[in-house]
């Protein structure tokens, strides 16, 4: 059974950064694709963040516009965990936020965390 569990949520003022993480059992995810991915209250689920294995040990990495240059994914493919490191947090960053491994599309996954709240105050 695959498992994944986020943590490192929590509330923070504006420009200050948290960093998340996907802890994964069942599945190794050395060679998945891995995303990120929030939904803020009344909206729907966006994506944040791709890391996808392509070869050698290469990894590329797809961020949404709004958080380019602020935000980071990565990936310890010995402690099986995928990070978002979050900087320059924005209020508008407010939602809770999901890690999903086993890419099948740009927004379809074969697993899903249950999703750690991040709240931005300003």
């Known amino acids: 059974q695959v498992q994944l569990v986020e943590s490192g949520g929590g509330l923070v003022q504006a420009g200050g950064s948290l960093r998340l993480s996907c802890a994964a059992s069942g599945r190794s995810l050395s060679r998945d694709g891995v995303g990120w991915f929030r939904q803020a209250p009344g909206k729907e689920r966006e994506f944040v963040a791709r890391?996808?294995?392509?070869?050698?040990?290469?990894?590329?990495?797809v961020y949404t516009d709004s958080v380019k240059g602020r935000f980071t994914i990565s990936r310890n493919n010995a402690k099986n965990t995928v990070y978002l490191q979050m900087n320059s947090l924005k209020p508008e960053d407010t939602a809770v936020y999901y890690c999903a491994a086993g890419f099948l599309s740009s927004s379809e996954y074969a697993y899903w965390g249950q999703g750690t709240q991040v709240t931005v105050s300003s």
């Open positions: 890391h996808t294995y392509t070869a050698n040990n290469i990894y590329s990495a």
